[in-house]
C-alpha cells in the first residue's frame, strides 16, 4: 500500500471507528509501526485526525467539512469521469461560473482543449484554468477562505449580481430531494447562491456519497437546479426521487 492509499485507507477507519492504535493500522496496511507514526503526522498537520497515545481518533465531526487536503486525496478517477461528463453539456464560447471544490477542480482540468469564459469560486480552479489557453479567466474577487482558497464576502457576491451566466456548474455538500443543494459553510453559501441567480443553467455535479445527505447551509431549492450530473447509480432510491420531482439526472458513461 502506498503513501496515498495508506493516508486514504487511515482517514476513512476513522471516520467509521473513531479511534485507531499504531499497532492495528500497521497490521492493516502491511507498514511498520514507524511508517504509521509518520502518517499520522502529517494527517494530523492536515486537520484529518488528532493523535493520542498508542494511536489516533477522528478530527471530522459529521456536521463539520473534510479539510481539502483530505477530500482531495479520494475518489480522482469519479471526479474524472464526472468532469468529463460535465464537459459533454457544455457548448464552446459558454460563459461558466465554476464552483468550490475538488471536483471543480478536476472539471477545470477537463477543460483543458475547450472554449469558455470562466469565473471560478476558489483559487484552486482558478490555477488549473490558468494552463488553458482557450480559457478567458475572469476573478471574482473577494477575500480567500484558506485551505478551501474560495472566495466569499461581498464583493464576489456583488461580482455574481452584475453578471450573467449561462451556466453555473455547483458543487455541494449535500443534496436531497427534499433539502435540495447545501453546504458546510456559509460563507460560501453566500456566493453559491448569488452564482446560482445569475446563471439561466444550473448544472450540479455531486458524487455518490453527497446524495442523500444535508449540511447546515442551504444553498437552493431543487427547483433552481435543472440537471445533475452523478455517479449514484441509476437504481438509488435518491435518483429515483429525484426523478420523480421531474430532476433530470446525467450518469458519466463507463468509457
Known amino acids: 500500500m502506498n503513501v496515498m492509499d495508506r493516508h486514504k485507507f487511515v482517514v476513512a477507519l476513522l471516520m467509521k471507528e473513531n479511534r485507531a492504535t499504531v499497532a492495528e493500522l500497521a497490521l492493516a ?46 475518489g480522482a478517477q469519479a471526479k474524472e469521469r464526472l468532469a468529463n461528463a460535465v464537459l459533454e453539456l457544455l457548448t464552446d464560447g459558454e460563459t461558466v461560473a465554476l464552483d468550490t471544490g475538488t471536483t471543480a477542480v478536476a472539471i477545470a482540468k477537463a477543460m483543458a482543449d475547450r472554449q469558455f469564459t470562466v469565473t471560478p469560486l476558489s483559487l484552486h480552479a482558478a490555477f488549473a484554468l490558468s494552463a488553458h489557453p ?20 461581498h464583493t464576489p457576491v456583488q461580482t455574481f449580481r452584475d453578471l450573467c451566466f449561462d451556466t453555473f456548474i455547483l458543487g455541494c455538500c449535500g443534496v436531497d430531494p427534499v433539502q435540495g443543494a447545501t453546504a458546510y459553510n456559509l460563507d460560501d453559501v453566500q456566493v453559491k447562491r448569488a452564482a446560482v441567480a445569475s446563471a439561466q443553467r444550473v448544472i450540479l455535479v455531486a458524487t455518490a456519497d453527497k446524495l442523500g445527505r444535508a449540511a447546515l447551509g442551504r444553498i437552493c431549492p431543487m ?25 433530470e439526472v446525467v450518469h458519466p458513461s463507463d468509457g
Open 29 to 74: 496496511t502491511g507498514a511498520s509501526e514507524m511508517t504509521i507514526r509518520r502518517d499520522l503526522e502529517v494527517l494530523e498537520s492536515r486537520g484529518a485526525l488528532r493523535r493520542v497515545r498508542g494511536g489516533a481518533v477522528s478530527n471530522l465531526p459529521g456536521g463539520v467539512e473534510p479539510p481539502y487536503a483530505i477530500r482531495a486525496m479520494s
Open 134 to 153: 482557450g480559457i478567458q479567466l475572469l476573478l471574482p474577487g473577494g477575500q480567500v477562505r484558506p485551505e478551501e482558497l474560495s472566495f466569499y464576502g
Open 223 to 247: 427547483e433552481q437546479i435543472d440537471l445533475i450530473v452523478t455517479d449514484a447509480p441509476e437504481s438509488s432510491p435518491v435518483v429515483e426521487e429525484l426523478r420523480a420531482q421531474g430532476v
